[in-house]
């Protein structure tokens, strides 16, 4: 077996995240559903961005913010995703690197610019995205470099690769190659429409063992499951031969399998101001507790950690480092 | 007298902040001076910026905050700044007019970029910045629209318009056009290496009564008089023809002129995050203010009210609207 050099590859579109607050009745006048992702083209992303008032930005991206949740932990992380050559591409190249992520996906030139997403936060800290995908759909197999994932306990991937066509034969490719390598292969369902259009094909990763390891929220848990009740999600989640780690915003989260259950409280945050990334956050700790061979418990806890950081300001990027958050709250990382 | 269309024209160095933290010992190693700016050239920003981890990017330059705050508290700002036709210089052009600032300086084609600021901030929410002027030094007599200015209340400058050798001049032409037409002048001694660097310029724009209206800190006031103590300071300022809005941190600000000092104390800040445009947005209230007709005292508790409001969070531009901060503070705005 291939050294272990990255304790988790992500895998996902780059993203830079571009903030700004809305009133609720904004998202009304703009037919907008409250916490999704919905995907604009050019014009639209025009239009929207010329409504908004005062922006922030901020590199993302789902897996990206991963990556750099490890990073910020002092692990090992790597990344693939589709940038241009670019101001917005060089920030997000800057940023991965800066904090310690292995990011070395070639460059889009002459093309489509650099993908960015306009997050419309809310007074109660929700999240609407309009995402811009622009390079991100350049993203394929080619991009996948082999003996990075050969090297990577872990790889990781969004959902939301299935949205460019591209990208979902480079998640396959990269599945394959883990598998080959004696590696595993998570996948984190990214959100409730996510999964609403893409349902048969990820119960289909999970039946045929692509996947091993499964991120989900509530509410796409319940998706994924058709169901509205969580308690029946997690018992179809128990009959898989995956993992699953499920967080559950206020009330923690749990990681379900066959063979063990576990739960584990929420951390409390004093002053939410912006939830996004929090799901992302949870999975930099508990992949980094993985990698660390910690207890289900103990990582299910770390993520909780990871993610009660990121909500207490704008962005879903640590702003300090999350070793030191960790350590506090009783961490030996 | 020409109509008054604006209450205030703010004229400053059009600068995109870029935030990381750092921890006290990144200064120590890089010899800066907690609290200065200083002016960078495109090598060091580039050595610079690849050692900052995660940055946030948000647009800035001190009078371009204080133009976003007069327009957050419902009022009627104008602003001159160069920037360049660049990802940086959209996002600033937007972030402008999109919260409602009347903004149209001619941008810079094929020389040189927006410029950008690296802000470094420590622990304790002190801000280090390191400034690359790029497109601004292009500012020149010739970006100052006399019909702008002609209708504006008040003409408000930054000292840092002193670094960039033509800025200065359209500073100058501003002033003289703002007097023309029957308006106020005011300058901000932007920090005190600033200060330190056009000392006598500043002390003759005083005695000269081209700026009747100074903005200082604690420690610009102490560097414009050459004392370390404020109290010989205040005395000073309150030598001049001019009126002196002086701000004190923790212990509120004061309005200082021959015949009239007031003092009001700060508003209560929880959680300080980042003492970025502290100062900047004190003068979009004391302005938004001055222009209502408020008493003196009342416009330095606006000021405080929207300084408070600031520091808060990371960025020096105000996230949710000042309107609404201020009338929960008993402002009728």
């Given at each position: 077996m291939t050294e272990t050099r990255f304790d988790a590859l992500c895998i996902g579109n780059a993203i830079c995240d571009v903030f700004g607050h809305v009133e609720e009745d904004f998202l009304q006048q703009e037919s907008l559903v409250k916490g999704s992702m919905r995907l604009i083209d050019t014009d639209e992303a025009v239009r929207l961005f010329d409504k908004m008032g005062q922006t922030v930005r901020i590199s993302?991206?789902?897996?990206?913010?991963?990556?750099?949740?490890?990073?910020?932990?002092?692990?090992?992380?790597?990344?693939?995703?589709?940038?241009?050559?670019?101001?917005?591409?060089?920030?997000?190249?800057?940023?991965?690197?800066?904090?310690g992520v292995y990011f070395n996906t070639p460059r889009l030139r002459d093309s489509k610019p650099t993908a960015r997403s306009m997050i419309l936060i809310t007074p109660d800290g929700e999240r609407t995205m309009n995402t811009y995908l622009g390079a991100c759909t350049e993203f394929g197999p080619g991009d996948v470099d082999e003996s990075v994932v050969a090297a990577s306990a872990v790889t990781y991937m969004e959902g939301y690769l299935w949205d460019p066509e591209e990208a979902k034969k480079a998640f396959l490719k990269a599945a394959e190659i883990a598998h080959q390598n004696g590696r595993k292969v998570a996948l984190t369902l990214s959100d409730s429409f996510c999964v609403d259009r893409y349902r048969s094909e990820f119960l289909s990763l999970m039946s045929d063992k692509v996947v091993d390891l499964l991120f989900a929220n509530e509410h796409e848990l319940k998706a994924l499951y058709q169901t509205g009740d969580i308690e029946t999600a997690i018992a179809a989640a128990k009959e898989t031969d995956a993992l699953t780690a499920l967080t559950l915003g206020a009330e923690g989260a749990m990681a379900i399998s066959r063979n063990e259950t576990v739960k584990v409280a929420a951390q409390t945050v004093d002053n939410v101001v912006d939830l996004t990334g929090a799901g992302d956050l949870f999975a930099s700790g508990f992949l980094f507790g993985l990698a660390r061979d910690y207890k289900l418990a103990d990582a299910a806890e770390l993520g909780c950690v990871c993610a009660a950081n990121v909500i207490g300001h704008v962005g879903a990027r640590p702003e300090r480092p999350l070793k030191n958050v960790a350590t506090q709250s009783g961490f030996e990382v």
């Open positions: 993302g991206g789902s897996a990206g913010n991963t990556a750099a949740g490890i990073a910020s932990l002092g692990g090992k992380p790597a990344y693939f995703g589709k940038i241009a050559e670019d101001e917005l591409g060089d920030s997000y190249y800057h940023d991965m690197n800066g904090t």
